[in-house]
């Protein structure tokens, strides 16, 4: 099964390949959003991409699951000839200040994966940026409108967020 889904990610891969380039200048930067699993997709972006940003929630699934996305990622990287580097881990559905006892439950696990993203064989950034839990995002795919373009005051602050994060990485205003 490994064999079948390693020519399944070679062809989505190519498939990829093969259209970014007739995309010519209409894009800066392709985000390709995965499953949090390893499937031919996931395994098809990851040979598609220059750079990878792990999403994380603060919590201890984080905190053990890791070293293991990780190692994963090494393995996979080896043996399927995967040449993008992990950009960073990014905080993400990290709990607004209006829920401080969940928000402090939060800032309690950020300097243990920030240790844990340095202890990684290459060290993995832990980005200072966070993401934010808000149903925003929710709000915007039912409306169809992307968060930048949606008008709705409450979501300037995840558009912020982002934001945060793309300059970050390099996404915005250069590459680190």
């Known amino acids: 099964m490994f064999e079948v889904q390693e020519i399944a990610a070679e062809i989505v891969a190519s498939r990829i390949k093969r259209w970014l ?8 930067h392709v985000i390709i959003d ?3 699993s390893i499937s031919s ?7 598609a991409a220059d ?3 792990v999403p994380m929630t603060a919590d201890q699934f ?7 996305l990780m190692k994963a ?3 996979y990287k080896k043996v399927l000839d995967i040449k993008a580097k992990v950009a960073g881990v990014v905080l993400s559905m990290f709990p607004p200040s209006s829920d401080a006892d969940q ?3 939060a800032e309690r696990y950020v300097k243990a ?7 990684q064989k290459p060290t993995v950034r832990c980005l200072s940026a966070v993401i934010s839990r808000n149903e925003a995002y929710r709000d915007s795919f039912e409306r169809n409108e992307p968060l930048p373009f949606s008008g709705d005051p409450d979501h300037v602050r995840l558009v912020e967020e982002l934001e945060a994060v793309a300059l970050e990485v390099g996404l915005l205003g250069g590459a680190p």
């Open 21 to 28: 380039p007739r995309a010519g200048d209409a894009y800066e």
């Open 62 to 68: 984080s905190l053990h699951g890791l070293p293991l």
């Open 103 to 105: 928000r402090a439950k």
């Open 34 to 36: 995965c499953p949090p």
């Open 51 to 53: 750079k990878i940003l």
């Open 113 to 119: 994966i920030s240790d844990l993203c340095a202890a």
């Open 73 to 75: 990622l090494r393995e």
């Open 41 to 47: 997709v996931s395994l098809a972006a990851l040979k």
